[in-house]
C-alpha cells in the first residue's frame, strides 16, 4: 500500500495518567497520508484512551501530538478542546455509537458541517441570500457524504431508528462531513455481522482512496486489520509492543503471547 | 359566558407570559442541567430598565407604542448583558463541578441580583407608565380582551414563532439542539460548546425581559421582588410541562396562567398564588418528569 506519503499526525512518548494508574505509557505513533494505520491490542490496552487524548477529551500527562498539514505550520495538539481539534482536522467515531437519535439522519451529517460554516444568529433571522445559499450549501455537503456511505434513503428518518449497521455508517458520514485531514474509528465493525462488515471494508477503502484521507483505526476483527491496514501498531498494557506490516505483526512473538498468552513448557 | 372569557384571556395572557420566562428555565436546563434561579431577576432588570428608558423617552415626548418598542429593545439587550455575564461569572467556573454547588451559586445570584436593584434603585414599588394606548378597533370586546392584552398575546406569540424557528431551521440552533443530546459528542463534531452555551443565556434573557416590560407596563408597577414570584410560578411551569422541554415550558405556562385566572375569578383572588403551588405538589407526586418531559431510565 501507499507508504510513500508525508508525515500527517505525528504522536511522541504520549503518556496518559489517571491517578496512579498509567493508561497510556509513552507511546509514539506516525499516521503519513493516504495511510490506513491501524492501532490494535487485547481489551484494556488504552487503545481508546489514546484517541480521547488525540482528539482532546483528555489532557495528555506527557507528550507531543502534532499535525502536519500540507503545506501549512505543524499545529500542536495536546489541550485543545476537542472542538478545536475537529477544527484542525481530526475527525472520529465512538465504539459505542454516539449520534444525535433525536435528529434526522440528514441533520446529523449537516452538524458535522458546522465548523466549516459561520452564519450567525441574527443573520439566521434575518436570512438574507447568503444564509440561503450557506444552507443550500451545507445540505448539498450532507447529501454527498449520505450518498457515498449508502443512506440517502433514511435522510427524514430520527437517527436512533436506524438499523446498527447504518448508524455507525452515519457516524462515519457525520465525521467525513467535517471535512478531516485524518480520520479516527474506533472500533467500526464491532457488533457488525460479516455482510456488514466486508461492506464497511469497501467503504473505507473509498474513503481512503477517493477522498485522500488518512485513516486510523482501532478494531478487534482481525481480518479486516490485516485486510486493509499497513502499519499496524500494538499496545499492551498501556505500552506499544510492536509495529510494521501485518505479516511482521502476525509473527512477531510479543504480539502472539499478548493475544494467546505465554507459551508454557509442557 | 362572557365572565368565562374574560377569565379565558386573562388566563391566557399570564400564562403566555409564564411560558416566556419558563422558555428561559428550560432551555438552560436542557443544555446544563442547571436550574437558573437567577432567571427571574432577569426578568426584574429587564423592567426596571424599561422604567428608566421610557422616563427618558418621555422627557423628550415620545409615546405609547413608539417607547414601548424602544424600552423593549433596550431592555432586551441589558438583559442579554445581564445573562451572559451571569453565565460568565457564577456558573461557567463551576462546570463539571457537582451540581449542588451551582445550584448554590444560582440562588447567590438571585439575591446578589435582588438586593443590588435594592440599594441602585430603591425598596418601594414604582409606578410604571401604560405604555399601550388602547385601540379603538377593540372596543367591542373590551370587557372580555383588552388592548394590552391583546399586544402581550401577540408579543409573546412573534417571539415563540421566532425561537421555534431558530431552534428548528438555523445552523445554530442545529448546534443548540446537538449540544442538549450530548454536549460532548457535540465537541467532537466541532461545535464550539462554551458559545452555544452562552447563547442559551442570552436567548433566555432576552426573551425573560420582553416578559417583564409587558407585564410591568400590563400591571402599572415594578420593584425590586417581582423576579422572585414570576421566576418561582415560571419555574413552576418549566416543571409542569417537563423541564428541558421547550413544548412542555409553553404548555406548562398556559395551564398555570388558566388555573391562576379560574381559581381567583371563580373562588377567590386569595387563592391564586395557592392554586400554582398545589399543582406544583401534584405533579412533582404524580409525575416528576413533567407533561412532555422524557422519563429518563438511568444506566448503570
Known amino acids: ?266 | 359566558m362572557d365572565y368565562f372569557l374574560e377569565l379565558f384571556f386573562s388566563g391566557l395572557t399570564r400564562g403566555s407570559i409564564y411560558a416566556l420566562i419558563a422558555l428561559g428555565y428550560t432551555m438552560v436546563y436542557g443544555i446544563i442541567q442547571l436550574i437558573n434561579f437567577a432567571h427571574g431577576e432577569i426578568y426584574m432588570i429587564g423592567a426596571f430598565v424599561a422604567l428608566i428608558v421610557s422616563g427618558v423617552c418621555t422627557i423628550y415626548g415620545l409615546s405609547g407604542f413608539a417607547i414601548l418598542i424602544l424600552a423593549a429593545a433596550i431592555a432586551a439587550v441589558y438583559a442579554a448583558a445581564y445573562g451572559f455575564t451571569l453565565e460568565r461569572v457564577a456558573y461557567r467556573p463551576l462546570r463539571g463541578s457537582p451540581r449542588l454547588s451551582a445550584l448554590i451559586s444560582a440562588i447567590g445570584m438571585s439575591i446578589f441580583l435582588q438586593n443590588y436593584v435594592l440599594l441602585a434603585q430603591t425598596p418601594d414599588f414604582l409606578p410604571f407608565p401604560r405604555l399601550i394606548p388602547d385601540l379603538a378597533f377593540i372596543e367591542p370586546v373590551a370587557h372580555i380582551i383588552g388592548t394590552p392584552e391583546l399586544v402581550i398575546l401577540i408579543t409573546t406569540l412573534i417571539t415563540m414563532v421566532v425561537l421555534t424557528f431558530l431552534i428548528k431551521k438555523t445552523r445554530v440552533g442545529k448546534a443548540m439542539r446537538a449540544t442538549q443530546q450530548d454536549l460532548s459528542m457535540a465537541r467532537l463534531v466541532g461545535i464550539n460548546v462554551d458559545n452555544v452555551i452562552s447563547l442559551t443565556f442570552i436567548i433566555g434573557s432576552v426573551m425573560a425581559a420582553i416578559g417583564g416590560v409587558l407585564v410591568a407596563s400590563y400591571i402599572g408597577q415594578v420593584s425590586f421582588y417581582i423576579g422572585f414570584l414570576a421566576g418561582i410560578k415560571a419555574f413552576t411551569a418549566a416543571v409542569l410541562g417537563g423541564i428541558g422541554s421547550i413544548p412542555g415550558a409553553v404548555l406548562g405556562g398556559l395551564i398555570i396562567g388558566w388555573s391562576e385566572s379560574f381559581a381567583a375569578g371563580y373562588i377567590s383572588s386569595d387563592y391564586e398564588d395557592v392554586i400554582t403551588f398545589v399543582l406544583l405538589v401534584v405533579i412533582l407526586i404524580f409525575r416528576p418528569a413533567g407533561i412532555l418531559g422524557k422519563v429518563h431510565k438511568q444506566k448503570v
Open chain 1, 1 to 266: 500500500m501507499n507508504e510513500s506519503g508525508r508525515k500527517l499526525l505525528e504522536v511522541k512518548g504520549l503518556t496518559m495518567d489517571f491517578g496512579g494508574l498509567r493508561a497510556v505509557d509513552s507511546v509514539s505513533l506516525t499516521v503519513h497520508e493516504g495511510e490506513i494505520a491501524a492501532l490494535i491490542g487485547p481489551n484494556g490496552a488504552g487503545k481508546t484512551t489514546f484517541f480521547n487524548c488525540v482528539t482532546g477529551i483528555y489532557v495528555p500527562t506527557k507528550g507531543d501530538i502534532l499535525l502536519h498539514p500540507q503545506g501549512e505550520q505543524t499545529r500542536r495538539l495536546n489541550g485543545l478542546k476537542p472542538n478545536q481539534v475537529t477544527e484542525m482536522g481530526l475527525a472520529r467515531t465512538f465504539q459505542n455509537i454516539r449520534l444525535f437519535g433525536g435528529m434526522t439522519v440528514l441533520e446529523n451529517v449537516m452538524i458535522g458541517r458546522h465548523c466549516r460554516t459561520s452564519s450567525g444568529i441574527f443573520r439566521s433571522i434575518l436570512r438574507g441570500s447568503r444564509v440561503r445559499e450557506e444552507e443550500q450549501q451545507i445540505v448539498e455537503d450532507s447529501y454527498y457524504w449520505l450518498n457515498k456511505v449508502g443512506l440517502e434513503k433514511y435522510v427524514n428518518e430520527f437517527a436512533r431508528n436506524l438499523p446498527y449497521g447504518a448508524q455507525r455508517r452515519l457516524e462515519i458520514a457525520r465525521a467525513m462531513a467535517t471535512d478531516p485531514l485524518l480520520l479516527l474509528l474506533d472500533e467500526p465493525a464491532a457488533g457488525m455481522n460479516p455482510y456488514e462488515t466486508s461492506a464497511l471494508e469497501v467503504l473505507i477503502r473509498r474513503i481512503s482512496e477517493e477522498e485522500k484521507i488518512a485513516i486510523l483505526l482501532i478494531e478487534h476483527d482481525m481480518k479486516l486489520v490485516m485486510k486493509i491496514s499497513h502499519p499496524i501498531y500494538v499496545m499492551e498494557y498501556g505500552k506499544k509492543i510492536a509495529q510494521g506490516s501485518p505479516q511482521d505483526v502476525r509473527n512477531n512473538p510479543r504480539v502472539i503471547e499478548a493475544y494467546l498468552g505465554e507459551e508454557v513448557e509442557a
